[in-house]
Each structure stands twice: as C-alpha cells, then as structure tokens.
C-alpha cells in the first residue's frame, strides 16, 4: 500500500525542514508509522526533484473512474445479499463494462469484506456497563454452589449466505 502523501511531507519536514525536529530515519520512520526504506526513498526523492507526488506508472490503466467505484460501493451498501456478479450486472446496465473480479477489487480497496452477516448486535456501551456493575455486584459469590448450563439455538434448513460488509456498516439478519 502506498504511503499517502500528507505522509511524505510529514517525513520531509520531521527530517530535514528548517522548522523541522531534524530526526533521524529511524525515528521518522516509527513517527510516521512506515519503514525506514520508505523514509529513506522520500528523503532521496525529495532531495532530487522537491516533489513526493507519485510518477505516472506503465501498465494497464484503472477499468473503473472513481465515480463508479462509488457506484459499486453504493449498491453494496444499499442490497443486503448483492454479490459482485449482481453489481457487475447492474453496472453493465449503467453502460460501464467491468469484470466480476474488478468488481470484488473495488470493494476490497475500499476494506469491504464478503463475510457472513452478523447475527446479533454487538454490546454497546451501556450493555457493558451493566454486565461490569453486576460482575462487581456478585464478587463475593460461591460460585463453587452455582451449575452453569449451555444453551444452544438449532436452526434447521439453514441457507449459509454472506454479504458485503463496508467498514463501520455491519450487515444484520
């Protein structure tokens, strides 16, 4: 993954700025979160060309513009059980010729995972609370005259499916 460049010129000016704390590369590179080859090539690079901007690559250009990687990551959002073959559908509708695989990789960039959905709520903050006061309530318990059993829920007919789920938007059934 490439280092953003608010990035690089944190690592020019904690380096070799005027202004700067003049560290070396190893505490750059802790500081910045990064390698020290990653300090050392933007340190080199800026020395030569005071620009930390990424070069134009060769290669095969990107299938998608960025308008539609939103699109993509709207209808993953928006349909609970859409899988990249029904967004390559929809997109080809749209009049944009994408493959399936270009497809899960702009989801994937975008830190979307294809994993089943969640089956209950997460605790929030106040259920927390409540399970720390009752713990804190029953400290003194013999719990050595206390039986624990297991529950269990059995689904039958169960349809295993999964869904794409965007960072922060977990899916529920």
């Given amino acids: ?15 070799c700025h005027p202004l700067g704390p003049k560290l070396g590369w190893k505490a750059v590179a802790k500081e910045v ?20 901007y990424d070069s134009s ?4 250009p990107r299938a998608t513009t960025p308008k539609q990687d939103e699109q993509i990551l709207s209808l993953a959002d928006q349909q609970m059980f859409i899988t990249s073959r029904d967004i390559q559908n929809q997109m080809k509708r ?3 010729e994408i493959s399936e695989r270009t497809v899960w990789h702009r989801l994937n ?4 995972k294809f994993s089943p959905p969640m089956s209950k ?3 929030k903050e106040g259920h927390q609370m ?11 318990t013999n719990w ?14 169960q349809v295993k499916c999964e869904v794409w789920n965007t960072p922060g938007k977990n899916k529920m059934i």
């Fill in 1 to 15: 993954m490439t280092l953003p460049v608010h990035q690089r010129y944190e690592i020019v000016f904690l380096s």
């Fill in 33 to 52: 979160k990064c390698d020290r080859k990653t300090v050392k090539y933007w340190l080199d690079q800026w020395k030569e060309s005071k620009d930390l």
């Fill in 57 to 60: 690559r060769s290669g095969r």
């Fill in 94 to 96: 749209k009049g944009a």
């Fill in 109 to 112: 960039e975008a830190g979307a």
């Fill in 121 to 123: 709520p997460l605790l």
């Fill in 130 to 140: 409540n399970c720390l006061k009752w713990a804190e309530a029953h400290m003194a």
């Fill in 144 to 157: 050595d005259q206390v039986i624990f059993s297991d529950e269990t829920t059995i689904h039958l007919n």
